[in-house]
């Protein structure tokens, strides 16, 4: 069986199953952004954590299923390897997505000011570690791919400079 999953978060550096091929690409049509909460990894339900899901933006399984429970979303997408390609490398890939619905995603922090994100991301630890580590970590995985990705770039910054200026008293 051929089984494609996009990972997008800590399935770039931290995998925890055996796969055979590696293939760097990207969702048309969704970006990656700090609004699904974590109390499970990342942060305690009193102080969850924030981790990256997927949002549209305009214009092996047991174990994952396990691993990203607090995503209440689970769809396949096409997978593309050239930005100017409308053809997909892959068809079907398996995603697994946060929405943005309450009601079903209790977790579901949403949008925040860029400080406030990194406030919470300063403060949040869970049985996974550090919060900021996940930010970190994510940062040094999507550039060891070649992935320049603005969102997370501008996050992990602001947390280096609250924890810069906690450090030096500023």
Known sequence: ?????????????????????????????????????????????????????????PGELCYLEVREKQYDSKVYLDFFT????????????????????????KNYLGPAPLEE?????????GPSGPNRDYIFHLENALNQLGCDDLHVRDVANAVRKILLEMKTGL
Do not use: C
Request: glycine letters at 10%; proline letters at 6%; zero cysteines.
């Open 1 to 57: 069986m051929v089984m494609w999953v996009f990972g997008y978060g800590s399935l770039i550096w931290k995998t925890g199953f055996h796969y055979d091929e590696r293939v760097v690409g990207f969702i048309r049509g969704y970006r990656r952004v700090f609004y699904q909460g974590s109390t499970d990894h990342r942060g305690t339900p009193d102080f969850p954590g924030r981790t990256v899901t997927l949002q549209a933006f």
């Open 117 to 125: 994100m990194a406030k919470q991301i300063i403060h949040a630890e």
């Open 82 to 105: 050239d930005p100017d390609s409308m053809t997909p490398a892959i068809n079907g890939v398996m995603v697994y997505m946060a929405s943005p619905d309450t009601r079903t995603n």
